[in-house]
């Protein structure tokens, strides 16, 4: 990835309805030359689609939690992970290193609509063996989007970088 790359990816984040024509611009290119470089984006999964950004409230998913889960043996990860990718509550599943296995971000209706996913949808799978809960009071950051480093990445590994 170039400085024009970043650019577009910088500018799509924050507007992805942008015109080429505008793209072009900013990026001091043809309107064609600037959708070329959008297409090579997303043919190398860079840019990985184009969503809106809604906020969970206005829908009734008033409720974010973040649930721990242990898994008594890696053997398990197969169906944890098919049963997290069906829920569409889980909004995020990572791997982590610690006492946990997995964090998950989920949202719902509230705290009757938590249980039943926690519940009735993880702690009912073979091999899990925990899950820790904690509730969201409030939200002071959020973003969907990465930093994206200006410069690129230093000697010895480390990135350097403005964002």
């Known amino acids: 990835m170039d400085t024009l790359d970043s650019k577009v990816i910088a500018e799509l984040m924050v507007n992805g309805r942008t015109t080429w024509a505008e793209l072009a611009i900013l990026l001091g290119l043809s309107g064609p030359a600037a959708a070329d470089r959008v297409h090579r984006l997303e043919e190398r999964g860079v840019i990985r689609g184009y969503a ?41 599943c990572h791997h982590i290193a610690g006492d946990d296995d997995y964090l998950l971000k989920v949202r719902c209706r509230g705290a009757r609509d938590l249980d039943r996913v926690i519940s009735n949808n993880l702690k009912d799978l073979p091999g899990v063996i925990r899950t820790r809960t904690t509730i969201v009071l409030d939200t002071c950051k959020e973003t969907p989007t990465p930093p994206i480093l200006t410069d690129p990445p230093s000697v010895g590994g480390f990135m350097a970088g403005k964002y």
């Open 52 to 92: 809106a950004l809604i906020d969970p409230e206005a829908v009734g998913c008033g409720l974010t939690a973040f649930v721990a889960v242990t898994l008594e043996r890696p053997a398990h990860r197969a169906p944890f992970l098919a049963r997290v990718s069906d829920l569409a509550e889980v909004q995020e």
